[in-house]
């Protein structure tokens, strides 16, 4: 009789001990998935610690089309090159000479701002178009800059030169634009890029 009576007490305990265990293992499983939402949210957010802060502002009136503008900023140099008429159609004409983006009329940019510095941290020399020294080169010379220390050649857009100062095996990259934005009258870009 007593076991017929614990036989019927486990029978009981059972159901509801099993009830009991599927839902906290169901509470456990919901409560990861939110924390593991809520971990994901805030990484998706940035870190206030890795937000520039150094804002730069040049008035776009004080550069006029056809110039490059030459800031020395610290942490380094930096230009600025404001395309004319003339400019834009030479840079649209050497699309086959340079690395891409391939310009057209409607997407080349208003303005280019960019660290005129090679691979290896060498300041780039400026050589303008018709230069005699850059009579070496197998194509005319559209102007743009060479690493005086070691390969490469780039146009005002900051687009590495194909084969030019560097050698066939050796790729050079584009010069890196710095991102800016244009209110009213005053160029806005951050000098410091963000690693």
């Known amino acids: ?25 169901a509470a456990m499983f919901l409560s990861g998935i939110i ?11 940035p870190s206030v610690s890795k937000l520039p802060t150094d ?15 030459a800031l020395n900023k610290l942490p380094g140099y930096i230009v600025i090159f ?5 400019q834009i159609d030479e840079l649209i004409a050497i699309n086959n000479l340079v690395n891409n983006p391939k310009f057209t ?27 005699d020294e850059m009579q070496w080169t197998n194509n005319e010379w559209p102007g743009g800059w060479i690493d005086p ?22 790729e050079v990259e584009n010069l890196q634009p710095l991102p800016y934005t244009i209110e009213q009258d005053e160029i806005l870009f951050y000098p410091l890029t963000i690693e």
């Open 1 to 25: 009789m007593a076991l017929r009576a614990g036989k019927r007490h486990c029978e009981t305990i059972m159901p509801n001990l099993r009830r009991i265990l599927l839902t906290l293992t």
């Open 55 to 69: 804002i730069t502002s040049v008035k776009l009136s004080s550069i006029e089309p056809g110039v490059i503008k």
């Open 82 to 86: 404001r395309p004319n008429k003339k």
């Open 35 to 45: 924390i593991i939402a809520l971990v994901l949210f805030n990484s998706l957010k």
């Open 105 to 131: 009329l409607m997407n080349i940019p208003k303005l280019f701002i960019y660290r005129p510095l090679g691979s290896s941290g060498c300041r780039l020399l400026r050589y303008d178009r018709g230069n």
């Open 149 to 170: 220390c070691h390969s490469g050649a780039w146009d005002y857009a900051g687009r590495a030169m194909i084969g030019i100062n560097s050698s066939p095996d050796f």
